[in-house]
């Protein structure tokens, strides 16, 4: 069993409003805002829900869950949303960081520690982490773009940095 069919993962369909939020999300201010507020924001919801809902699900219709890896450096285990692609029984995540300087933080830490939790909703799985080859980078980048088309925006904006794709696959035991 992949670890979509372990979390239940589902991509839904957004609504109008919800797209035109996507237009907010992507461009240079809301993406700043975003970069420095929604995580903050996201860690009260999560937690009055019981890990069922996100800023991010709730305005624009994106699917996240939340991957809990082992701090590279630290050993301290972070937890952080993320949208998840559904990539064949595997979801990948990719390291954006809203289009703000810098790989983010999880990134760093799957490579060094490719163990990592991964809840959707309220369901929990653990999973192992690889990075995208460059044949999958392409197939994975065209369907985050379909289900978040703030996507390209960051693209356009991210220079100088190669954007960071992981593939989370379940754990075997």
């Known amino acids: 069993m992949g670890i979509i069919q372990e979390l239940g993962y589902q991509v839904p369909r957004p609504n109008a409003a919800q797209r035109a939020m996507w237009v907010v999300s992507s461009s240079r ?14 860690k009260v919801l999560l937690s009055a829900s019981g890990g069922r809902l996100t800023a991010a699900g709730l ?25 998840g692609v559904p990539y064949g029984d595997d979801i990948a995540v990719i390291g954006t960081r809203f289009a703000q300087p810098g790989t983010p933080g999880w990134y760093y830490n799957l490579r ?13 799985a653990r999973a192992f982490a690889r990075e995208a080859g460059d044949e ?9 773009r379909s289900i978040y088309a703030g996507y390209e925006a960051y693209a356009r904006r991210i220079t100088g940095r190669k954007i960071r794709i992981m593939v989370l696959s379940a754990a075997q035991d």
């Open 29 to 42: 201010p809301g993406s700043w805002l975003f970069a420095r507020s929604l995580h903050h924001v996201d």
């Open 112 to 124: 060094a520690n490719p163990a990592a939790d991964v809840t959707y909703k309220d369901k929990s």
């Open 59 to 83: 305005l624009g219709g994106i699917p996240v869950l939340t991957i809990t890896t082992t701090g590279a450096r630290s050993g301290a285990r972070r937890s952080v949303p993320l949208l």
């Open 136 to 144: 999958e980078r392409a197939a994975i980048w065209d369907r985050a």
